[in-house]
């Protein structure tokens, strides 16, 4: 009896697994007998997980092994690559249809907004379409870290087409992109770091709508994420004169694709790539630099003081809150930077060391152990005057005992 | 006053054995002499003071008073940490700062009990290598040496066992190094581990409070135990004589002796205050098991047996080296078993040879323990 269920219960495990395997692809698709390439390849993409079988792309008949059959009637090749959108779009555009995937249905209006979608409807077949970026039959989900379209895949995806040089050379596009966002912050951050929430290509060009920023919204883009800097760099002199020297706001400084961080140390030498050696700005830019970094050394030297109270210990959790809201005002102070303003740099800085000052002054007396130091040297006075005494009593008793 | 005085000794003594009482008091240090418990203690106290002595509140054998005087600083300093220290894990470190903090003079309380506790150690050790020596272990005084080595293995262990309480990461991980070192030996290891409740590398909530057991009843009760049994012996067989000591006889002998002890103890408190003061150890973060603090050896008495580890994990698997560390602390307390020839005084040439070489393989090997850790 019980040996009866165990294989009941084994017949219907295996029976689901041979369901489970290969949903989607039922009985009746034929089309891998002869396209076993194609089969493999698409059974690991989500349609074959969520029932889109050849036919939904390709039409045709999947119940026939006979080729000329199989291939009658609305049967695309789709060989000629400017159909690809359209035959996409027929389900990805369609509301009804992605509605319970919750995926937006303005991919394909957004692609024929960008530069691979114009270049592919002004008859150029060598531009983007749908499968170069998700592939053709192996399409996964974006969230698929095996996806080509996966956070960290896709400078590798761009790369493909980006930086082959051939293929760029006509459009007289750099194929060096891919290779000096790599080398900048937020390649590293990316691909070294493995920060997922780095950006990638698609960050600043786009997903759908790919196309470079122009010039004049190269700010907007990228404060889209560095808010702070955007508003000070807006609110101070550098945005109206780069915008009338035409040079790229941000990119002026920081470089674009391979974009690089400026250190404070580094402010200075950065100025001087366009302003004059010993002109004003660079002054400026050496004392903006002073200001970070004088308040750096203030906020280094109160902790250090402050680990040292520690171990004494001293109670210093007032002192240690304190030193938060001080690197607060220095966090704050950075993106300053980018209003090129003193005293806007300033007022934070000085917040942040005054309050450093504060945190060493009071340390420093607390640590004095003159007090500790004087009670020690009374204490040491007590001690020789009862020692001076039980030397004068012995002094009395060896007397005594001489004279006796 | 007189009078009055007499009236309440007289009172007491028909109620109780002061005799006893003032020679138990003897056997811990106070004074040195066989005193006769069935006479009453002026007859008794005259009697021996009419013998001639000499004072050991003087020349090297202060060595041995010092060490009575740092346990008895110990126990009381140690008796007032106890009123607020909280031994589990959780409470331990939060206690110590308590009492390093708010507690009126609990941070003087702490550094003395700390400072007086290295500075025991290293009296015992001193003290040591002056009765080897000056052949303080031959018969009749095999007592004495056995009792001192005894004594100062009491002392490593309540070291030990006190540097974990406050629960600090140095003294977390000092305390595993430590353990490291006991885990190696065979047997004597066994039974540590067991009594700790640890095992080779880790200290668990019982190891805390395991340790603190130990820390406040066992090693001060043995520690006790063996300064007693130094005085029962040393009433026995006599102090250990030094050449040109003339011996002294009469009150004014006990009243100088009493004189020089009083010197002895204002000197000692007013290193251990001056030390608690200029020196004070630090008190670091709470110890956190899941991070290991690099640079933190075992205490500094531990450095040669931890270097001696070490240097042979190379060549040795650990139950040997374990085993030579067996050898080797067995053999220095049995010493006077192994060295029987009779000089009439000091040690034999071999011996001390062998001491000075085993002193100075102990140094170099705690210098290698402290370069490593």
Redesign the interface.
Known sequence: MKRNAATMTNALAIAALLVLSAPGVGATEQCGECHPEERVSFASSVHAREGVGCTSCHGGDDTTLDSQSAHRGEFRSLSDRSEIPGVCAECHASQERMRPYNLPVDQYALYQTSRHGMAVAGGDDRAAVCTDCHGAHEIRAADDPQSTVYGRNIPDTCGRCHADAALMEPYGLDPQVTANYRSGVHGKALLDAHQSAAPNCTSCHGVHGGAPPSFGDIDKVCGSCHEKARRAFLAGAHYEGMLAAELPECAACHAHHAIRQIDVAAIASSCSECHDQGSAQVLLGEKIRTLILAAEQELQKAEERIREAQRIPLEVEDHLSRLEEARTYLTEAHPLVHTVSQEAVEELTRRARSIAEEIQHEIYAELDRTVAHVGLAGFWFYLIMTLAILWAYKRRLRRGKSGS | MNGERTGILEWLSRRLNLTEIFSLLTSFGLFYAEVDNRKPLREALGEALGRPSQSYARGPRILGLIVVVLIAVEILTGGLLALYYLPTPESAHASV?TI??HVGFG?FVHQVHFWGAQLLVAVLILRLIRFLVQGVYRAPRELVWVCGALLLLVCFHADLTGRILPWTSGAYWSGVRALEIIAAVPLYGDVGMFLIGGDQASISELTLIRSYILHIGLFPALAVLFIYLHFSTVRRVGLSEIAGEVKEVGS?FL??HL??L??LL??V??VL??LA??V?T????EADPFSTVPGVGPPWYLLAPFGFLELSSAVLPSWAAGTVLLLVFSAFVVLPLLDRTRPRRGAGPLTLGLAVVAVVVWILFTFYGARVA
């Open positions: 700062s390093m903090r941070w004014d009243r100088n004189a020089n009083a010197i204002v000197l408190i007013g205050v001056t003061v200029l004070p630090p008190f670091l973060e």
